[in-house]
């Protein structure tokens, strides 16, 4: 600790402090001249009268000013009330160097805005200990200043991030009652189904029974979904997911995620297409890349009917790797599109057959996509379609043009 203050202590003496001092008679002038220039850490310079001294003040910023009182032309009281008008020079302390030591003269000085004045004949010792104590004063109200605005910020910035986090917290808070209230839609409807097969399963002939069995199992994969995608974006939020990056084939998992959906493409009329190529090798996580896609032909196959096309894509294109998902179906308003991405935001329309949803996939998919220093984007007219595209810096892996 007593070297820490040491070394605060050489450095204090290290940093020149500049002194100006105004005078008329060339004797007082030299003399302080003199002596202020034989003591370590002072850099005096001098200026001759009033005038003179505003601009040696305006050009070289004084750290203190020793200024004389009786001088002819302007006097040490009006280049004084000069000094303090100026906001650049207001703060500078001056302390008057006077022949009268009555009150009335020194009460002036005080009102003209000294901080404290020396009578001459002035004792040299005198001169550096009042120097020593108003250039000490001024470091320090520097000092005060600085962390008062500093503390003034943190107060901002506390204040910006109760007012980011109040409303983190009432976004989260729509978005479980979003979440609630489609668990609840699809819990009914299952329990309905089921109601209905144990109150009326002997009048039920096989089709009607074959059709109740597989609502309850559509709306058991859908709460699965739901609980699925909750539990992802809930992990995140607790930074619980560790991103492992592996050299992954595009081609095979787009592969694999259109054999996933080919029964529910099929039943809906809808194509599947994959347009990537051989050779469209990307480096990242495995687990992740497969949600993503899962996610967003998912959500294509939602919002198309019958006649409409999915196709997956992959193109290097400057220093990127753009995964492509992009569908015929039923697009989105502008307005929709904006918003798809906020928390707690009822962005997420029915689809072509009623099918619902939250939107918690698509912000789970965009979070995964920064996690691997990639974006999510999306694009999309009403009655023409979506394009939702995954991009990613492609530092390693080299992906051939697919479209």
């Given at each position: 600790?007593?070297?820490?203050?040491?070394s605060?202590?050489?450095?204090?003496?290290?940093?020149e402090?500049?002194?100006?001092?105004?005078?008329?008679?060339?004797?007082?002038?030299k003399?302080?001249?003199?002596?202020?220039?034989?003591?370590?850490?002072?850099?005096?310079?001098?200026?001759?009268?009033?005038?003179?001294?505003?601009e040696?003040?305006?050009?070289a910023q004084?750290?203190?000013?020793?200024?004389?009182?009786?001088m002819?032309e302007?006097?040490?009281?009006?280049?004084?009330?000069?000094?303090?008008?100026?906001?650049?020079?207001?703060?500078?302390?001056?302390?008057?160097?006077?022949?009268?030591?009555?009150?009335?003269?020194?009460?002036?000085?005080?009102?003209?805005?000294?901080?404290?004045?020396i009578?001459?004949p002035?004792?040299?010792?005198?001169?550096?200990?009042?120097?020593?104590?108003?250039?000490?004063?001024?470091?320090?109200?520097?000092?005060?200043?600085?962390?008062?605005?500093?503390?003034?910020?943190?107060n901002?910035?506390?204040?910006?991030?109760?007012?980011?986090?109040?409303?983190?917290?009432?976004?989260?808070?729509k978005?479980?009652?979003?979440?609630?209230?489609?668990?609840?839609n699809?819990?009914?409807?299952?329990?309905?189904?089921?109601?209905?097969m144990?109150?009326?399963?002997?009048?039920?002939?096989?089709?009607?029974?074959?059709?109740?069995?597989?609502?309850?199992?559509?709306?058991?994969?859908?709460?699965?979904?739901?609980?699925?995608?909750?539990?992802?974006?809930?992990?995140?939020?607790?930074?619980s997911i560790?991103?492992?990056?592996?050299?992954?084939?595009?081609?095979?998992t787009?592969?694999?995620i259109?054999?996933?959906?080919?029964e529910?493409?099929?039943?809906?009329?809808?194509?599947?297409?994959?347009?990537?190529k051989?050779?469209?090798?990307?480096?990242y996580?495995?687990?992740?890349l497969?949600?993503?896609?899962?996610?967003?032909?998912?959500?294509?196959?939602?919002?198309?009917?019958t006649?409409?096309?999915?196709?997956?894509?992959?193109?290097?294109?400057?220093?990127?790797h753009?995964?492509s998902v992009?569908?015929?179906?039923?697009?989105?308003?502008?307005?929709?599109?904006?918003?798809?991405?906020?928390?707690?935001?009822?962005?997420?329309?029915p689809?072509?057959?009623?099918?619902?949803?939250?939107?918690?996939?698509?912000?789970?998919?965009?979070?995964?996509?920064?996690?691997?220093?990639?974006?999510?984007?999306?694009?999309?007219?009403?009655?023409?379609?979506?394009?939702?595209?995954?991009s990613?810096p492609?530092?390693?892996?080299?992906?051939?043009t697919?479209l």
């Open positions: 600790m007593v070297q820490n203050e040491s605060q202590e050489r450095n204090k003496i290290a940093v402090n500049k002194i100006l001092i105004v005078d008329d008679n060339p004797t007082n002038l003399v302080l001249f003199d002596y202020l220039s034989g003591e370590k850490g002072y850099k005096s310079f001098v200026a001759k009268n009033g005038r003179e001294a505003l040696r003040t305006a050009h004084p750290d203190i000013i020793l200024l004389d009182i009786m002819p302007m006097d040490g009281y009006e280049t004084c009330r000069r000094l303090k008008e100026d906001d650049n020079t207001k703060e500078i302390p001056i302390i008057f160097l006077t022949a009268f030591a009555d009150t009335e003269n020194k009460v002036k000085a005080f009102d003209h805005g000294a901080v404290d004045f009578v001459k002035f004792n040299q010792k005198e001169v550096l200990a009042r120097i020593k104590t108003h250039l000490t004063i001024s470091r320090q109200k520097k000092e005060l200043e600085k962390a008062n605005t500093a503390l003034e910020q943190t901002i910035d506390l204040e910006k991030a109760n007012i980011d986090l109040a409303k983190a917290n009432a976004s989260k808070d978005l479980f009652s979003i979440v609630a209230h489609d668990m609840r699809k819990l009914f409807g299952l329990t309905g189904s089921i109601e209905m144990e109150s009326f399963f002997n009048e039920l002939n096989d089709d009607e029974k074959q059709q109740r069995i597989k609502a309850m199992s559509k709306s058991a994969q859908q709460m699965y979904k739901l609980f699925e995608n909750l539990f992802t974006w809930a992990r995140m939020q607790t930074g560790e991103v492992v990056t592996e050299k992954l084939n595009v081609r095979q787009a592969s694999e259109i054999d996933f959906f080919k529910d493409a099929k039943a809906k009329g809808i194509e599947l297409i994959s347009n990537v051989d050779g469209c090798d990307v480096m996580d495995k687990n992740m497969s949600f993503i896609i899962r996610n967003l032909v998912h959500n294509a196959i939602k919002y198309c009917d006649g409409n096309s999915i196709t997956i894509s992959c193109i290097h294109q400057d220093q990127y753009r995964i992009k569908d015929t179906g039923t697009g989105m308003k502008k307005e929709v599109c904006d918003a798809i991405f906020k928390v707690g935001a009822r962005s997420s329309k689809g072509t057959r009623k099918e619902g949803g939250s939107g918690l996939g698509l912000m789970v998919a965009r979070e995964f996509a920064e996690l691997n220093r990639g974006t999510l984007t999306i694009q999309s007219e009403e009655n023409e379609g979506t394009e939702v595209v995954l990613l492609a530092s390693q892996g080299a992906c051939i697919a």
